[in-house]
């Protein structure tokens, strides 16, 4: 660990990751809590993709995009927390330059993905209710291929010039990274020369994420709802469909607000300590991926029914299974 200022002709090609400075004494214990949430988004999201992928009357655009949004969230949490468990139980905490940029590159990628897919299925939701007529005609294959271009044209010019610029820059000073990953501002404050493009950057990509998705999204939620609640007739509809967008509503802001806070800290200079910003930059990746399954699977009456009947067809199946091999036993 080299942290003393060297020279300028030097390069660090080798980092540690120093997440949660004041708990490395109780860094095994925080195994814990992050072992179970990250057993728990394994357990959710890879039950929701099985439920929507084996049932095909769920086979529709706005499941699909769900099924997604599940296979998103089990990769980019997968790129985070089983090499932050290496470190809190092993020490494991070292990682090349090569290895830094491209965990750097996977977790904004895949986050600005999860972007484009909340803001499509807002777009979906908008058309589905607002204009029913014109759904199937705009929603269609040839409108998720062409989502599916725009998405990673996007996301990968956008996030690869983010990480080139990091990579170009000269590291002679410390070599400890605060944080429990590679974070793209965590890396560039440790440069040794102007990191002014760098911090260019990460604004451009915030700008060209939340300031162009959320607008798109808060529209679309709010005509939503005041569609839904001119037309329902029942009160106990219009406090459903107020929940439900409401919650959608939440998760995304989280999502959104404490990823936006977490990536401008150092742009702004905000003065937030370094235990708090780590676990900022944990939950708004963490936390929407855990609630995810509940929010779209859950209280969602196709998916729930679905499970519910995939679970009684193959209980029914091993109670046969075990009925028909008792009888075996005993003739």
Same mark, same amino acid.
């Given at each position: 660990m080299l942290e003393? &200022?060297?020279? +300028?002709?030097?390069?660090?090609? !080798?980092? %540690?990751? +120093?997440?949660f400075p004041s708990l490395q004494k109780h860094r095994r214990l925080l195994a814990l809590p992050f072992s179970a949430s990250y057993l728990?988004?394994?357990?959710?999201?890879?039950?929701?993709? #099985?439920?929507?992928? *084996?049932?095909?009357?769920?086979?529709? &655009?706005? #499941?699909?995009?769900?099924?997604?949004?599940?296979? %998103?969230?089990?990769?980019?949490?997968?790129?985070?927390?089983? /090499?932050?468990?290496?470190?809190?139980l092993f020490d494991w905490n070292e990682i090349s330059l090569v290895g830094c940029l491209t965990q750097m590159f996977f977790i904004h990628f895949l986050s600005s993905v999860e972007s484009t897919l909340l803001?499509?299925?807002?777009?979906?939701?908008?058309?589905?209710i607002c204009r029913p007529l014109r759904y199937n005609e705009i929603i269609n294959s040839s409108m998720l291929v062409r989502l599916v271009l725009f998405t990673l044209v996007r996301?990968?010019?956008?996030?690869?010039?983010? %990480?080139?610029?990091?990579? *170009?820059?000269?590291?002679?000073? *410390?070599? %400890?990274?605060?944080h429990?990953?590679?974070?793209?501002?965590?890396?560039?404050?440790?440069?040794?020369?102007?990191? *002014?493009r760098s911090s260019a950057a990460g604004l451009a990509v915030i700008i060209c994420f939340v300031g162009a998705d959320i607008p798109i999204i808060f529209f679309s939620y709010m005509k939503i709802l005041s569609v839904v609640l001119r037309s329902a007739a029942a009160g106990e509809d219009s406090r459903k469909?107020?929940?439900?967008?409401? !919650?959608?509503?939440?998760?995304m802001m989280c999502f959104y607000l404490v990823g936006s806070?977490?990536?401008?800290?150092? /742009?702004? /200079?905000? &003065?937030?300590?370094?235990d708090i910003n780590n676990s900022m930059g944990l939950m708004y990746i963490l936390f929407p991926a855990t609630i995810n399954p509940i929010i779209y699977g859950v209280r969602t009456k196709e998916i729930r029914d679905s499970f519910l009947r995939i679970f009684k067809n193959r209980a029914k199946k091993i109670m046969t299974a075990k009925v028909s091999s008792a009888g075996k036993e005993k003739s």
């Amino acid at each position: 660990m080299l942290e003393a &200022p060297l020279s +300028r002709n030097f390069s660090h090609c !080798t980092f %540690v990751l +120093r997440g949660f400075p004041s708990l490395q004494k109780h860094r095994r214990l925080l195994a814990l809590p992050f072992s179970a949430s990250y057993l728990l988004v394994l357990l959710g999201n890879s039950l929701l993709v #099985y439920v929507i992928c *084996s049932v095909e009357r769920l086979h529709s &655009p706005m #499941y699909l995009l769900i099924c997604t949004l599940c296979f %998103v969230d089990i990769l980019v949490v997968t790129t985070i927390i089983p /090499n932050m468990l290496l470190g809190f139980l092993f020490d494991w905490n070292e990682i090349s330059l090569v290895g830094c940029l491209t965990q750097m590159f996977f977790i904004h990628f895949l986050s600005s993905v999860e972007s484009t897919l909340l803001l499509a299925m807002a777009l979906d939701r908008y058309f589905a209710i607002c204009r029913p007529l014109r759904y199937n005609e705009i929603i269609n294959s040839s409108m998720l291929v062409r989502l599916v271009l725009f998405t990673l044209v996007r996301s990968v010019s956008v996030m690869a010039t983010l %990480v080139g610029l990091a990579g *170009s820059l000269q590291f002679c000073g *410390s070599n %400890v990274i605060q944080h429990c990953y590679c974070d793209h501002m965590a890396l560039v404050s440790l440069a040794c020369d102007s990191t *002014s493009r760098s911090s260019a950057a990460g604004l451009a990509v915030i700008i060209c994420f939340v300031g162009a998705d959320i607008p798109i999204i808060f529209f679309s939620y709010m005509k939503i709802l005041s569609v839904v609640l001119r037309s329902a007739a029942a009160g106990e509809d219009s406090r459903k469909a107020f929940h439900t967008c409401s !919650t959608h509503l939440i998760v995304m802001m989280c999502f959104y607000l404490v990823g936006s806070i977490t990536f401008l800290s150092h /742009n702004l /200079n905000i &003065p937030i300590p370094t235990d708090i910003n780590n676990s900022m930059g944990l939950m708004y990746i963490l936390f929407p991926a855990t609630i995810n399954p509940i929010i779209y699977g859950v209280r969602t009456k196709e998916i729930r029914d679905s499970f519910l009947r995939i679970f009684k067809n193959r209980a029914k199946k091993i109670m046969t299974a075990k009925v028909s091999s008792a009888g075996k036993e005993k003739s």
